[in-house]
Every structure is written in structure tokens, then in C-alpha cells.
């Protein structure tokens, strides 16, 4: 970020983390307590469903009062023997409490959601239609966690598979994009099978990130999110803390000039 005063219109890129999306909400709830206009987002998995409440007008205190809810839990439903674990229930009360319009025309402002094509093994992203809610929950279903979602007859799974950061939706926008990554580099060297899984992946996501960074006016990945554990809800108030104490640090001193 250049030193100067910070920007008062922004469009927000959220990548995918599950649990980690508090961070999210701590950063984008000091945006709006000063007066910062999004004018666009665009999101995977958790930066999805964050991002199109957002859409919705919702504020991040307010998401993150819904998230932490017991009534937040009951959209995952336990579905054994089907090739996965959970499903989630489209048609749960609290899922409208965050997402409350039928159609991307409707939001207050522009989303663009991304989520895998099961078949074409490929990124798609929906940005139009009266979907909003399907396209959403589909980009949150983590396979093979979660069942996958039909949206216009496409089976697709979770976004985050082959674009996790979809930075390059915002640039048509032309105003300063803030980036927030929910996964910094992975710097342990794992001792276990499961570790070297997910630092391989994590090695994958980076690669992609060098070039995604550089369209950012800001880009926010603290490394203290590897502490967050990612599919839990015990540490999503920490998460929060974290991210409202980062942007309120970049604000003050951006104010300073």
C-alpha cells in the first residue's frame, strides 16, 4: 500500500477458509465503522458466503453475531454413506438471516462468487440470476466434507479447489482492491503424512498468489492465522480480534499523513 491517506471506496477480494472468515468480518467491520464503501466483491467458499451478506447490506458485526450462533451450527447436517460427511441445508432459517435476496440483481452491490465444475475440473463463477443462494452454498461445500451443489444443472463443489483468491473478477471496477487471504505460507516441515498433504497444498495455493498480490492495492494474510484452526468454531472470536486489530493499526497510520 502506498503512504497515503486511506482510500474511501474499496472493492474487497475474500479467499476461502471455513472457519478462519471471522478474520474477514474483524478487518471489513473497521471499514465500515469509518466510513469505507465497498463497491464490490468478490469471493470463494467463506469469502462467498461473507461477501454476499455484505451484498445484502448486512454489516460484519452483524454476520459475525450470526455465525457464532447455535442456529449458525444446524446448517451442517451429519449425511453418512453418501461419499460425504455433511450436507448443508439450504433451506435452514439462519442462512437467510445472512443472505436474504433471491438474485445477484438485487444486491446492494456487485458480487461475483466462484465455485468448481465437478465435470470440467474447472474455476466458474456466478455474478447474475436468481442463484445467489445456491451459487453461494456451493462454493462453501468443501469436498469431500460436504455434498456437492446443483446450480443450472451443473454439479459444482467448493471454489477454493482451483481459485481461491478470485482477485481478477474486481479489476473492471477500477478502484483499489483489498485482498484478504486466510492462508499464509505454511512454514513448518511437516513430520507426518497429513502434514506433507497439507503443506503440499498449501505450496499449490502460493504459487498462485505471486501473481493475484500484485493487483492488490493492499493485501492482508497474517501469519498468526495458522493458529486458527480452520474447520472449528472455537477460535472464530480470536479471528475477529485479529483482523479488526490489523485494519485498525493500517487505518491509524494512514491517517497519520
Known amino acids: 500500500m502506498e503512504n497515503c491517506q486511506f482510500p474511501r471506496e474499496i472493492t474487497l477480494c475474500l479467499s476461502g477458509g471455513a472457519g478462519r472468515g471471522a478474520y474477514h468480518l474483524g478487518i471489513v467491520s473497521i471499514l465500515q465503522e469509518n466510513g469505507v464503501k465497498i463497491k464490490a466483491v468478490s469471493g470463494t467458499s467463506a469469502g462467498a458466503l461473507i461477501g454476499a451478506s455484505l451484498a445484502c447490506g448486512k454489516s460484519a458485526a452483524y454476520i459475525f453475531e450470526v455465525i457464532q450462533s447455535k442456529e449458525f451450527r444446524s446448517v451442517f447436517k451429519i449425511s453418512l454413506g453418501n461419499g460425504y460427511l455433511f450436507k448443508l441445508d439450504h433451506n435452514a432459517a439462519v442462512v437467510d438471516k445472512l ?14 462468487v466462484t465455485a468448481c465444475d465437478v465435470e470440467k475440473e474447472q474455476a466458474i463463477y456466478y455474478d447474475s440470476g436468481k442463484i445467489l443462494k445456491e451459487a453461494v452454498l456451493a462454493s462453501c461445500s468443501i469436498a ?3 455434498a456437492p451443489v446443483y446450480v443450472n444443472k ?7 479447489l482451483v481459485d481461491n483468491f478470485p482477485v481478477e473478477r474486481l479489476q473492471q471496477y477500477n478502484y483499489p482492491i483489498i485482498g484478504i487471504n486466510l492462508f499464509p505460507k505454511y512454514k513448518k516441515v511437516p513430520k507426518t503424512i497429513l502434514g506433507w498433504i497439507k503443506k503440499n497444498i498449501h505450496t499449490a495455493w502460493q504459487s498462485k498468489y505471486v501473481s493475484k498480490k500484485e493487483l492488490c492495492y493492499m493485501y ?4 498468526k492465522l495458522l493458529d486458527i484452526k480452520v474447520f472449528s468454531f472455537r477460535d472464530i472470536g480470536k479471528a475477529y480480534a485479529m483482523g479488526r486489530e490489523e485494519m485498525q493499526k ?8
Open 250 to 257: 493500517i487505518i491509524k497510520e494512514s491517517n497519520k499523513v
Open 99 to 112: 443472505i436474504d435476496k433471491e438474485s445477484f440483481e438485487t444486491l446492494e452491490i456487485p458480487l461475483h
Open 144 to 146: 469431500p466434507l460436504f
Open 220 to 223: 492482508l494474510c497474517n501469519e
Open 154 to 160: 451443473t454439479l459444482v463443489v467448493d471454489g477454493g
